[in-house]
Nanobody, 119 residues
Framework: QVQLVESGGGLVQAGGSLRLSCTAS????????MGWFRRAPGKERETVAT????????YYSDSVKGRFTISRDNAVNTVYLEMNNLKPEDTAVYYC????????????WGQGTQVTVSS
């Protein structure tokens, strides 16, 4: 089992920036894809960004492309989400997730961190 702990959420004004971190512990693997997801009130969960095990390949949703950057440091089992030019519609609980090794199925989830963007 992999445990994921997110940090870095908070309240920020529109146009501001935040950096989320997610550190994995337990049965970590170098073949794990990592991702950030979010759920806003009254909406379904949305994939924000994902990153391949090596970090060489990334995916972004159209709503965050050009503003958010996902990265990872495998030496410390941590994935980051740099969020710039934040908008009120980015307000949500952000979740970190890890895939089963060698797959794209996200099976391990963090507890979530709240991001609130005021206008």
């Amino acid at each position: 089992q992999v445990q994921l702990v997110e940090s870095g959420g908070g309240l920020v004004q529109a146009g501001g920036s935040l950096r989320l971190s997610c550190t994995a512990s337990g049965r970590t693997s170098s073949a794990t894809r990592m991702g950030w997801f979010r759920r806003a009130p009254g909406k379904e969960r949305e994939t924000v960004a994902t990153i391949s095990p090596s970090g060489s390949s990334t995916y972004y949703s159209d709503s965050v492309k050009g503003r958010f950057t996902i990265s990872r440091d495998n030496a410390v089992n941590t994935v980051y989400l740099e969020m710039n030019n934040l908008k009120p519609e980015d307000t949500a609980v952000y979740y970190c997730a890890a895939s089963r090794p060698g797959t794209s199925t996200f099976a391990n989830w963090g507890q979530g961190t709240q991001v609130t963007v005021s206008s």
